[in-house]
């Protein structure tokens, strides 16, 4: 809770402050830069030239303009004022260091002059001038805040190491981003904010990022709006602390994506970061080898629409993982949710996992802790290497309130290893079909108080929820598997509804529990016929039903009633 209560309140200190930048487009110039290949003409106040080097020593606007061959723009001020760098069409390259390094500023701000296109390019190699440096280490590097605006396209090739870094703060309010690095792509040490914008990154490190360790408030990733592309050889989006993302359309693809292997030792996440994530908003595509968003501690989605395909968890937090709202859809994973506990209060959410759908277990799952597929692992039920401290605990739980969840698992459907409550909502399973897994595995209380479950899958495994339920459960084991594709229906002796549901997978044992289902009341089972009704995710609702083959009766006489003998 108190990690909870921390992360929201740099969250919502961070959105509160931060506030969009002023335009110096149209503000009264200091002075005009023109680039001449080797050489810099001024015209103007606030700029020493040296050759091919023009060093900015006080506040003001300036607007630069050409190509330099071999030069560098240097901000070094002590003025307390806004330094700004109006790029109106420029080609910056360098053969020894960074082209665009700010030493010493109270702010810059990089403006992207309307309709132009710039183009910054550090070397490959830095020559620093004293042994023992090691910055500037970005084609555009600061050591203050630095903001970008302007509605101009900026193309930065990081050749060296990163792209575009700050020691700071980094602000993106506005423009168009293009950025290519051998390193991280854009990296804001204190904190990184995407107020708008379009930005491109092909990183072979990390692709957005902010590191500072030793600052608890700071280390933060926030998005508010904006079109984001990322391709990384690293982890897409990396915070040290939080990240907060209130909407824009992302695209994510971190270490080839969900069918590459990683090295045991790498990370290559869409979304991470240690103390909190948290999603209200926006269209999140995103191709992982590793997971696609992973929390060291929390995260809690409100919102948004995901597109996830992973190698290993879909969403992954080692503490807490809270589900109030949002489309998610995770079309591939090693484990679609995971977390110690998992509470799901509404949102719409679709899980296709080569191991379990949702897990809840405990401890940690950090950069090479894991090996799912991205990490050359195999499907299938086990411990992974890396997991020795997940085990079954009552301090692990599975809260269902609310929202909808289908998932079609080869592994269990439901693994949790504490309890469950459930008390709204709807969970729907396929699978699995090897008898070492169920649709439904719980180490310690299963109460079932509202909503509606069913489950269906192999019978090896095969639960229930406890007697202490104040809901009607039913459980159904069939004497021999039975086919995929074929629709089972239970309704009351007076041909009332209760299920008519097509597993997407061979299964053996069905598990329904629904308010539907009434002690006293006796109920028929039929196998295969055809209904009129809406199907989604294999269940049908309304329509009418053409009967198949009736397969038993029963009367519901207890919490749970079962039928058949689970397989031994």
Do not use: C
């Amino acid at each position: 809770m108190k990690k909870h209560l921390i992360a929201g309140i740099i969250v919502l200190t961070l959105l509160v402050t931060t506030v969009g930048v002023s335009f110096a487009q149209d503000n009264p110039v200091t002075a005009e830069l023109t680039l001449n290949g080797d050489s810099i003409s001024i015209n103007g106040n606030g700029v020493m030239v040296d050759g091919s080097r023009a060093t900015i020593t006080s506040a003001g606007t300036y607007r630069i303009s050409g190509n330099l061959t071999d030069g560098q723009i240097v901000v070094d001020t002590e003025d307390e004022e806004v330094v700004t760098l109006i790029l109106n069409g420029v080609d910056i390259q360098t053969s020894t260091t960074a082209p665009i390094n700010i030493v010493n500023a109270e702010e810059t701000v990089i403006t992207l002059a309307d309709n132009t296109e710039n183009y910054v390019s550090d070397a490959a190699t830095y020559v620093y001038e004293n042994a023992g440096e090691d910055e500037p280490n970005a084609a555009i590097f600061s050591k203050d805040m630095l903001t970008f605006n302007g509605n101009g396209t900026l193309t930065v090739n990081g050749n060296y190491n990163d792209g575009i870094a700050s020691k700071d703060t980094l602000t993106i309010a506005s423009g168009v981003l293009i950025v290519n690095a051998v390193d991280d792509g854009i990296r804001g040490k204190d904190s990184l904010t995407v107020q708008s914008g379009t930005i491109t990154v092909n990183a072979g490190g990390d692709g957005l990022k902010s590191d500072n360790d030793e600052d608890t408030t700071k280390g933060v990733i926030i998005v508010e709006s904006g079109v984001i592309n990322i391709i990384s050889g690293g982890d897409a989006v990396q915070a040290e602390t939080v990240v907060a993302i209130a909407g824009g359309e992302i695209t994510l693809v971190a270490g080839g994506g969900s069918n590459s292997v990683i090295g045991e030792d790498d990370s290559a996440k869409g979304i991470k970061a240690s103390v909190n994530i948290t999603i209200n908003g926006g269209i999140l595509n995103i191709d992982s080898a590793d997971d696609a968003v992973n929390s060291n501690a929390s995260v809690v989605v409100n919102g948004g629409v995901f597109v996830i395909s992973t190698g290993d968890d879909g969403l992954h937090a080692d503490a807490n993982l809270d589900i109030n709202g949002g489309e998610i859809n995770i079309a591939k994973s090693y484990e679609g949710i995971e977390s110690a506990i998992i509470m799901v209060n509404g949102g719409n959410i679709h899980i296709v996992s080569s191991d379990d759908g949702l897990n809840v277990a405990g401890g940690t799952d950090n950069t090479g802790a894991n090996a799912g597929p991205g990490r050359g692992g195999q499907p299938g039920r086990g411990q992974r290497p890396g997991q020795e401290n997940f085990a079954a605990t009552g301090n692990y739980f599975l809260y269902m309130n609310g929202g909808y969840i289908a998932i079609t698992a080869a592994g269990d459907g439901v693994d949790v290893n504490g309890s469950i409550v459930m008390t709204g909502g709807t969970i729907l399973v396929h699978g699995p079909t090897e008898n070492m897994n169920g649709p439904l595995d719980y180490d310690g209380s299963f109460t079932m108080a509202g909503g509606f479950f069913v489950a269906a899958g192999s019978a090896g495994m095969v639960q229930a929820p406890d007697q202490s339920s104040t809901q009607n459960s039913v459980l159904i084991i069939f004497d021999s598997p039975v086919a995929v594709g074929t629709l089972i229906r239970v309704q009351s002796s007076d041909g009332t509804e209760i299920l008519t549901f097509v597993p997407s997978k061979q299964y053996q044992s069905i598990l329904i529990s629904t308010p539907a289902l009434v002690i006293g009341a006796t109920y028929e089972v039929y196998l295969d016929g055809s209904s009129s009704g809406t199907i989604m995710d294999g269940l049908y609702q309304g329509g009418t039903y053409s009967a198949g083959s009736q397969y038993t009766s029963f009367t519901i006489s207890n919490i749970v009633t079962q039928l058949g003998n689970r397989m031994r």
